[in-house]
């Protein structure tokens, strides 16, 4: 059947059931259905037919005829129904029976069927297999652990088609996985600039998907599961498409498709240090032969500037800003100011109005060496970054934020846990003992720390991500000890973890510690607190009514009644935006207080039909 059954053992399987179609009436019956396929028999086929044969307000009648597209089972039924006088023939293809699942087919899939893979002009099997050995083989060198969709790739040679001379590796960010194509560079900055995600259309752009077989069509998953294709894994599944105007698809022809396998090869044998060089070349065999590709990374031989990356819509890091606050700790180093007019004096003199030079007041330490890298690193983008990164701490390995950066960009989350494990001790090591008992309390107002408290949450996020809840909470306390303004927004994290683990009172203790926080998040969570120690009491209400003047969207999408607001990571107070992001923030704390989502429903008078969701989010106050 033209379906997934999902859920239901480990994997995904298409139900079977006995479908006959009368060829006088016109009309279909099925018989039983819903079984797995290794638990069809004949018996089946043979009900089913039974059934429709017998029943006046169906077919009504017995066949002269069968075809059925089973050689065994024609014989089986033969043998049957000889007696009975009906003859029954084995046809490879029953054009009818195709009809109806397609039609089946189009009303489940709620439109037209994507086309499949055999659609592509003199595609075959054989031309098929190695573009899959292919895939298989991308898969499982996993380069988006290297490379991120900011790194994109030049394909110099061979030669490619006006829509395939740029492509970026998916996968990073751990949802979509595979290739996708531009035409130019500066198609890639209409993508990175479009500020909602149908901003930008991607008609004419090709894209290699990988996906778990229920997602793929349909075509597809019966030629793998019908001629053992190889596949990497569950989610492995390659299939390229072509998107085309008014949202139609295109498969590729056997020319693409080889043009893919072999690309898919080249990047599947690049090494780490090639991709570092910026330009390197793979001679790989394909259905073709033997095939060159020329690939290089054009952001990394050329670095876009912090003008640029700002001209095409990219937030600027703010720990760049940085570099300037370490220009004027050394320039003021040896210096004695009798007030804070006259150091504003001094300052002003050196710095006001001035570009930031690199060379004046240049480190003089390796440390301070390897963090003016990391400052650079922070204005630059995909490869750049961690090349930057590995330069810093081959300068000096007590560079916390070399760690950092590395550890954004892997998307193993385990990896990014020791490194971010070994950032803190390289922070400890730059800072010394004594920073942490004399200015604890007031850490961000101390440039140099910044780095280890980058590490710490690093850590302390990635801890929570991973389930380790109790040692999140242990170091996101530890952020607020030694930094009690909380410039990195700490407490909007704490907060929904303190009530999801059910640690109340020290929740009740951190919003009597943040009693001016104004923000929609801590409204709505100070009412869920009188609510789980209260119930519906006039207290609750009180609050609750706050939070809804506060931000009044935010209920809708607690309860999964809101459209979704896409913020690119911006948003207002009071505004949809910050409701979404109040609702993904504190979700699973609505959801894991028996009650209180049905209490926030009746409070706002909405209705709530649908089930209740939750993507996390991070929130960043530096300043």
Request: charged fraction near 30%; glycine fraction near 8%; aromatic fraction near 8%.
């Amino acid at each position: 059947m033209p379906a997934w059954v999902t859920g239901d053992g480990p994997r995904p399987f298409r139900p079977v059931t006995a479908m006959w179609v009368s060829l006088r009436t016109g009309l279909v019956h099925t018989g039983e259905g819903g079984r797995r396929p290794e638990e069809k028999d004949f018996a089946m086929a043979l009900d089913a037919l039974v059934g429709f044969a017998t029943d006046e307000k169906l077919a009504g009648y017995r066949p002269g005829k069968l075809e059925v597209n089973d050689p065994a089972l024609a014989e089986h039924l033969a043998g049957l129904l000889a007696e009975a006088g009906v003859r029954v023939e084995h046809c490879a293809r029953l054009p009818a029976l195709e009809r109806c699942l397609k039609d089946l087919a189009e009303h489940l899939n709620r439109g037209p069927l994507p086309p499949g893979a055999m659609e592509g002009k003199a595609v075959t099997i054989e031309r098929l297999r190695p573009y899959a050995e292919a895939a298989k083989m991308f898969f499982e060198a996993a380069p988006w652990q290297h490379l991120s969709n900011e790194d994109l790739i030049a394909i110099e040679a061979p030669a490619a088609r006006p829509d395939m001379r740029f492509a970026v590796v998916m996968g990073a960010g751990g949802q979509e996985y595979g290739l996708g194509f531009y035409r130019s560079i500066d198609q890639y900055w209409e993508m990175v600039e479009a500020e909602q995600p149908g901003d930008f259309a991607p008609d004419g752009l090709w894209a290699v998907n990988f996906d778990d077989i229920t997602e793929i069509p349909m075509a597809d998953a019966d030629l793998w599961e019908d001629h053992g294709l190889p596949v990497a894994g569950d989610r492995a599944y390659p299939w390229a498409i072509r998107y085309e105007s008014r949202g139609r698809l295109r498969r590729p022809g056997a020319d693409v498709l080889v043009f893919f396998e072999g690309l898919l090869r080249a990047l599947a044998a690049t090494t780490v240090d090639e991709m570092d060089s910026g330009r390197w070349t793979k001679r790989v065999e394909t259905a073709d032969g033997l095939v060159e590709y020329r690939l290089s990374l054009p952001f990394l031989l050329k670095p876009p500037t912090r003008q640029e990356l700002h001209d095409h819509g990219r937030m600027l890091d703010r720990r760049a800003m940085e570099q300037l606050h370490a220009q004027m700790d050394r320039f003021l180093e040896g210096k004695t100011p009798q007030s804070v007019e006259e150091l504003n004096a001094l300052i002003q003199k050196e710095f006001l109005g001035k570009t930031l030079d690199p060379t004046k007041h240049s480190p003089r330490t390796p440390l301070e060496k390897a963090q003016d890298l990391c400052y650079q690193a922070f204005d630059a983008i995909g490869r750049r970054q961690v090349k930057l990164a590995r330069e810093a701490l081959a300068i000096s390995p007590d560079c916390a934020d070399a760690y950092v950066l590395l550890a954004e960009n892997t998307p193993d989350k385990a990896k990014a846990l020791d490194l971010y494990a070994k950032g803190i001790e390289a922070g400890r090591r730059a800072l010394g003992e004594e920073i942490f008992r004399e200015d604890a309390g007031r850490f961000w107002g101390i440039n140099r720390t910044r780095p280890f408290m980058r590490a710490l949450m690093g850590l302390a996020t990635t801890q929570e991500r991973l389930g380790r809840r109790e040692e999140a909470i242990g170091n996101y306390q530890e952020l607020l000890r030694l930094n009690a303004n909380d410039n990195q927004g700490v407490r909007d994290l704490l907060l929904p973890l303190l009530l999801v683990m059910g640690c109340d009172a020290e929740a009740q203790r951190l919003l009597a510690q943040y009693e001016t926080d104004a923000t929609a998040l801590w409204a709505y969570l100070r009412a869920l607190l009188a609510f789980r120690k209260e119930g519906d009491s006039a207290e609750a209400r009180r609050l609750l009514e706050r939070a809804r003047k506060v931000n009044p969207y935010v209920p809708r999408h607690l309860l999964g009644e809101a459209e979704p607001v896409w913020s690119n990571g911006r948003y207002s107070l009071g505004s949809p935006e910050e409701a979404a992001f109040c609702a993904e923030t504190c979700a699973e704390a609505w959801r894991s207080s028996p009650g209180a989502l049905d209490w926030l429903a009746a409070i706002a008078g909405i209705s709530s039909s649908n089930g209740r969701r939750s993507r996390g989010s991070a929130h960043d106050r530096q300043k």
